[in-house]
């Protein structure tokens, strides 16, 4: 009897390739890799990592194909205005690949809002995002649809302005454009069907998203410990970035003073530190925490 066997797509190569794939092995997960790299198996689960290119993840799991994808959340929202009631959903953003989609128009353009773009060309690949900004705002525009090579049209003269993906701004400034209007804040995203899975194939899906919840919340959080007056607990409890309830264990050498132990959930500036220690603490240690499971 074959085992049913969970599969997970991948962008196989591009910006979200490599993150996808370390937050898996953070999760625990050992593939083995065939020659052709399409197909990574997990050793001691029955799970398959289908490493394709990004704009096929949707329709795979759309169609059942797989049962979980990462991907943009730009791509996973453009497929989606091509269905009418797709039974997938965003399972968990990753907190990686963070982009965002943008109107960008020539330097000399005189961009007063989207009512600008009306009558206009628009080159973009991701024509229903676009189509859909263009309609909240009640606007009239021409979207010429690119498959990539999106930041060049203008130059080329087939489109007055872009509506495109941009991080740093740097590709836009290369072509002589500025971003004016953001369309859609991106970040990768887990998706998966909506589907009920029983059996195995339920409880490997329930276990890699329990695992990838605890990788997930140690990002971005510090263990931090010091040694404090008694007397400065309640001031330290207030300084520390997102922490409820320190522990707090007295010193058997000290009288008074205590050592001071919490999780942070936001990230440890030095100027943190610098609080801490003028409330009172010594010997601060900030520690990277590598798993967590509440
Ligand atoms: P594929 O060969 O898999 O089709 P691609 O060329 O379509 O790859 P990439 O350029 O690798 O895609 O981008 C994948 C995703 O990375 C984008 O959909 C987006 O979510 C994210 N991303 C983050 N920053 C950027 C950026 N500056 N430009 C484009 N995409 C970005
Ligand atoms: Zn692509």
């Given at each position: 009897?074959?085992?049913?066997?969970?599969?997970?797509?991948?962008?196989?190569?591009?910006?979200?390739?490599?993150?996808?794939?370390?937050?898996?092995?953070?999760?625990?997960?050992?593939?083995?890799?065939?020659?052709?790299?399409?197909?990574?198996?997990?050793?001691?689960?029955?799970?398959?990592?289908?490493?394709?290119?990004?704009?096929?993840?949707?329709?795979?799991?759309?169609?059942?194909?797989?049962?979980?994808?990462?991907?943009?959340?730009?791509?996973?929202?453009?497929?989606?205005?091509?269905?009418?009631?797709?039974?997938?959903?965003?399972?968990?953003?990753?907190?990686?690949?963070?982009?965002?989609?943008?109107?960008?128009?020539?330097?000399?353009?005189?961009?007063?809002?989207?009512?600008?773009?009306?009558?206009?060309?628009?080159?973009?690949?991701h024509p229903n995002l676009l189509k859909r900004f263009l309609?909240?705002?009640?606007?009239?525009?021409?979207?010429?649809?690119?498959?990539?090579?999106?930041?060049?049209?203008?130059?080329?003269?087939?489109?007055?302005?872009?509506?495109?993906?941009?991080?740093?701004?740097a590709t836009l400034e290369a072509n002589g454009l500025r971003?004016?209007?953001?369309?859609?804040?991106?970040?990768?995203?887990?998706?998966?069907?909506?589907?009920?899975?029983?059996?195995?194939?339920?409880?490997?899906?329930?276990?890699?998203?329990?695992?990838?919840?605890?990788?997930?919340?140690?990002?971005?959080?510090?263990?931090?410990?010091?040694?404090?007056?008694?007397?400065?607990?309640?001031?330290?409890?207030?300084?520390?970035?997102?922490?409820?309830?320190?522990?707090?264990?007295?010193?058997?050498?000290?009288?008074?003073?205590?050592?001071?132990?919490?999780?942070?959930?936001?990230?440890?500036?030095?100027?943190?530190?610098?609080?801490?220690?003028?409330?009172?603490?010594?010997?601060?240690?900030?520690?990277?925490?590598?798993?967590?499971?509440?």
């Amino acid at each position: 009897m074959s085992v049913e066997r969970l599969r997970i797509a991948v962008q196989s190569k591009g910006r979200l390739a490599d993150a996808s794939l370390s937050l898996f092995e953070k999760t625990g997960l050992r593939f083995r890799r065939d020659k052709d790299e399409l197909l990574f198996r997990v050793e001691d689960q029955p799970i398959d990592v289908l490493r394709v290119r990004d704009d096929d993840i949707v329709q795979f799991v759309l169609s059942g194909t797989c049962e979980l994808g990462f991907v943009g959340a730009n791509v996973y929202e453009e497929a989606l205005l091509d269905h009418d009631r797709p039974d997938t959903e965003i399972v968990a953003r990753l907190g990686f690949g963070r982009c965002a989609l943008k109107i960008a128009a020539p330097r000399a353009f005189d961009y007063a809002g989207p009512k600008s773009l009306a009558g206009l060309r628009v080159a973009t690949s991701h024509p229903n995002l676009l189509k859909r900004f263009l309609s909240d705002n009640d606007v009239e525009a021409r979207v010429v649809e690119l498959a990539g090579s999106v930041e060049v049209a203008p130059r080329l003269g087939i489109a007055d302005a872009v509506c495109d993906l941009v991080s740093t701004g740097a590709t836009l400034e290369a072509n002589g454009l500025r971003a004016v209007d953001t369309v859609l804040e991106s970040e990768a995203v887990l998706v998966g069907s909506t589907r009920a899975l029983s059996g195995e194939l339920g409880e490997a899906r329930e276990k890699f998203l329990r695992r990838l919840d605890g990788v997930l919340a140690t990002q971005g959080t510090k263990y931090i410990m010091m040694n404090a007056p008694e007397t400065a607990i309640g001031e330290i409890t207030e300084i520390l970035p997102g922490a409820d309830a320190p522990t707090v264990v007295p010193l058997a050498s000290r009288q008074g003073s205590v050592a001071v132990h919490a999780v942070c959930q936001e990230s440890v500036f030095w100027e943190t530190l610098e609080r801490l220690k003028a409330a009172g603490a010594s010997a601060i240690l900030v520690l990277p925490i590598e798993k967590m499971m509440m």
